[in-house]
């Protein structure tokens, strides 16, 4: 049986014989195909990896392509333009440039609006850039601009379908290759964290509207390249295939093929084109001449997609080949790499993260009055106290989600005003949610390395040209340390969502780990675990404390703090009632009183 790898280099093979032996008919659908693939491509990044909807992509293969029929076909361009001489190469160049501008412009606007406002900002300007095209006189109004030169490559007219396929395609792969390279790194995995929530991401040190603006602008820029290549192999543009039914064509390109896959959005292309090609030859015999029937049959066929194939075809191709078959996508990890560098814990017993008189009023409800507590280096503390106490407004006020309404905590000297989720956690302050957050397609091994975000500095262009393979390594060094760290060496490529609670909250310390903390913040960790789960929990935390890191944890369980912690805080109508070592902890009146009623 053929190996993935070779299946690849098969079909590039097939991809490069077919102009020689397929009719001209045929190769103008592959030509399309890959057109599409391009814009599809990005919508996989920007949709399937980054959980952003798009019905705008066509206005941005819009800007490609019009750049260029402007920029080739104008007899006498301005004086600041004259130099381009009408080169479809430098208006390539120029095209980019403009879908970059514009994609930053919208997407500063656009960015930041979250559930339905995204995808109807999305329709907005897909909907202004096409009356855009059309309307502006000098781009031929609705009739468009004909005459676009074909583009000359190493002295060959690419002037048929059959020359410029090598050129349509060779883009695909290379967006193909850049789109996989990013998946498989320090900020594709940022990207890919942005599903994970924005606080989980923050939390790991990951700035989401740069990660987001990031993904925009590539499926922005391949929707762009694929503007211009349709352009010089259509030779004409009008403003038709850049509106907004061709927007939401690409998007059900990428819906049908597989929105999470680098190869649904081939295959949604293929499947697509091939798809209306045929109806529209075979409906008409059919049902008649009149009517749009294809539109009809691709709704209908999206609808039965979305109940039977959520995944997209692709998955659907991948579950019926044998795993043995399969692709092998595991990270190596390589153990020779080096060790990234450790920032220094404070000295055992130093005071590293202090309350001071922390208010948080809601309207007229205070969550949190005058709360005031320490945590010192080497130390586990817990944060106790019956539901509502206000136990989650103080964590996130020790973690700087929330913002005191009055007081102060400071880390490690350092007054946290105005300080995000972001910035403390670059303090050397991990946390760990109450509702686990993972990814749970990706493995524990990236799911961890996660963590280690801050600690690497590689940008999205030298990981789509895999230039950041150093500090990849080692990275992914750090993340299979700490997986060992806290046992779980053994789980390095199973999917974070097929592990036990346990085992993902456990993973979570990890990822919180990798990020080399000297505070960790610990939400819960007990809840929903079974006994011998909470052991090993226990353990881990007190081998955590041996090594210097401070730890909070609120938690209900008391069986599980009494064992473990050194010092409990006791919350109650958001006040501290009692602070102290468990056994005075355990008979306290004011505790029993709060917690068990008065009973004795
Ligand atoms: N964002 C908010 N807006 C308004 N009220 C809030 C908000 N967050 C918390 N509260 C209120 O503050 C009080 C304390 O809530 P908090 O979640 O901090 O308690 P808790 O001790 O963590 O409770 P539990 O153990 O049930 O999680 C509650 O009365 C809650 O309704």
């Not at 260029?68 to 190469?89: D, H, I, K, R, V």
């Not at 979305?306 to 579950?319: E, K, T």
């Not at 080692?474 to 097929?498: C, M, P």
């Not at 993973?507 to 913040?521: G, H, K, Y």
Request: charged letters at 15%; hydrophobic letters at 50%.
């Amino acid at each position: 049986m053929i190996k993935p790898r070779n299946m690849m280099l098969l079909g590039l093979v097939l991809l490069i014989l077919s102009p020689l032996v397929l009719p001209s008919y045929q190769i103008t659908l592959l030509n399309y195909i890959g057109l599409y693939a391009l814009v599809v491509l990005g919508l996989v990044l920007l949709t399937g990896v980054g959980g952003m909807t798009s019905f705008g992509q066509a206005a941005f293969v819009g800007l490609g392509a019009y750049t260029t029929a402007y920029l080739t076909t104008t007899q006498q361009l301005p004086e600041w333009l004259a130099w381009t001489a009408g080169s479809p190469w430098i208006a390539l160049v120029f095209g980019l440039l403009l879908t970059a501008v514009v994609a930053l412009l919208l997407g500063a606007l656009t960015l930041k609006l979250s559930g339905h406002y995204l995808p109807l900002g999305t329709i907005a300007w897909g909907i202004s850039l096409y009356y855009l095209f059309g309307t502006l006189s000098s781009m031929g109004g609705h009739t468009g601009v004909s005459g676009l030169p074909s583009l000359q490559l190493f002295g060959i007219s690419l002037d048929k379908g059959e020359k410029i396929f090598y050129l349509i395609w060779a883009a695909v792969t290379g967006a193909i290759l850049i789109s996989r390279n990013l998946l498989n790194s320090r900020e594709g995995r940022a990207i890919r964290a942005l599903k994970g929530g924005q606080l989980m991401a923050e939390s790991m040190g990951v700035n989401t509207f740069r990660s987001k603006m990031a993904v925009f602008l590539i499926s922005a820029l391949f929707a762009g390249l694929s503007g211009w290549l349709y352009a010089h192999t259509q030779r004409f543009v009008n403003p038709t295939p850049f509106g907004l039914s061709m927007g939401i064509d690409y998007l059900f390109m990428a819906l049908i093929g597989g929105v999470g896959s680098v190869w649904g959005a081939l295959l949604g292309a293929g499947v697509l084109t091939m798809l209306k090609q045929w109806l529209q030859d075979l409906l008409p015999i059919l049902l008649g001449s009149d009517g749009q029937y294809e539109s009809i049959v691709f709704g209908l066929l999206i609808v039965f997609m979305m109940q039977r194939a959520p995944g997209g075809l692709w998955s659907l191709v991948i579950r019926l080949i044998p795993a043995r078959y399969q692709a092998d996508t595991r990270l190596v990890v390589n153990d020779a790499a080096a060790d990234l560098p450790r920032r220094p814990l404070p000295a055992q017993g130093t005071l590293v993260l202090e309350a001071m008189n922390v208010t948080r009023r809601f309207g007229g409800l205070v969550a949190n009055n005058k709360m005031n507590l320490q945590l010192h280096a080497g130390e586990v503390l817990a944060l106790i106290g019956p539901n509502g106490a206000g136990k989650s407004t103080m964590f996130n006020q020790l973690s700087s989600v929330d913002t005191p309404t009055e007081g102060e905590v400071r880390f490690l000297g350092q007054s946290l005003k105005g300080k995000n989720s972001r910035a403390v956690a670059s303090m050397g302050m991990s946390r760990t949610f109450q509702h686990v957050k993972l990814l749970p397609a990706m493995s524990a091994l990236e799911n961890v390395a996660l963590g280690a975000h801050m600690r690497g500095n590689q940008g999205v262009i030298s990981a789509s040209l895999h230039l950041e393979r150093e500090e990849e390594q080692r990275l992914l060094k750090e993340a299979k340390h700490q997986l060992e760290r806290v046992g779980l060496g053994a789980y390095l490529y199973e999917e974070a969502g097929s592990l036990a609670l346990g085992q993902q909250r456990i993973l979570e310390i990890a990822r919180a780990l990798c990020a080399d903390p000297c505070v960790l913040l610990l939400d819960e960790p007990a809840a929903g675990l079974r006994f011998q789960e909470k052991q090993a929990l226990s353990d881990l935390i007190k081998k955590l404390k041996t090594e210097g890191i401070a730890i909070l944890l609120v938690e209900h369980d008391m069986d599980f703090v009494m064992g473990l912690v050194d010092r409990i805080v006791v919350m109650e109508f958001g006040e501290k009632i009692a602070e102290g070592l468990p056994e005075e902890i355990q008979t306290n009146p004011a505790v029993l009183e709060a917690y068990l009623g008065g009973a004795e």
